[in-house]
């Protein structure tokens, strides 16, 4: 402190001034570093312990679907399923086309339905 004593006030501001500044520099890059480890740790707890957690509730759905698939499979009356279950592939392609192909022509005659009727609509 002896030595702060005999310089003029000039100096002793930016002596401070300076102090300042380094321990603002120092803070900022301590500051930084630590961000970027907490960031890496983020990062490293998303993709060990989150996504597992994700794959898992996938599997999950992807089990339900299949358990539930079986059922529909066992307690089914349809055509096309039964075929494929006798393992008579082409005939049960077939079955189901024809199914698709009436669903289809439905699906396609609502959307002119509908059509027709907005077109009715908007001349209004």
């Not at 003029?8 to 001034?17: A, E, Q």
């Not at 539930?68 to 006798?86: C, R």
Request: proline share 1%.
């Amino acid at each position: 402190m002896g030595a702060l004593r005999n310089l003029s006030i000039y100096r002793k501001l930016l002596v401070m001034v300076i102090i300042s500044t380094i321990s603002l520099v120092a803070v900022a890059v301590i500051s930084y570093l630590y961000t970027q480890r907490i960031a890496d740790s983020s990062e490293s707890m998303y993709n060990d312990r989150l996504q597992p957690i994700r794959q898992l509730g996938q599997i999950h759905t992807n089990n339900r679907a299949i358990d539930a698939n079986t059922l529909e499979m066992i307690l089914s009356k349809d055509e096309a399923i039964q075929l494929a279950q006798d393992e008579k592939g082409d005939e049960a392609y077939n079955v189901f086309s024809k199914q698709i192909l009436t669903l289809c022509t439905t699906i396609n005659n609502t959307l002119n339905d509908l059509q027709t009727i907005n077109k009715a609509f908007i001349k209004k």
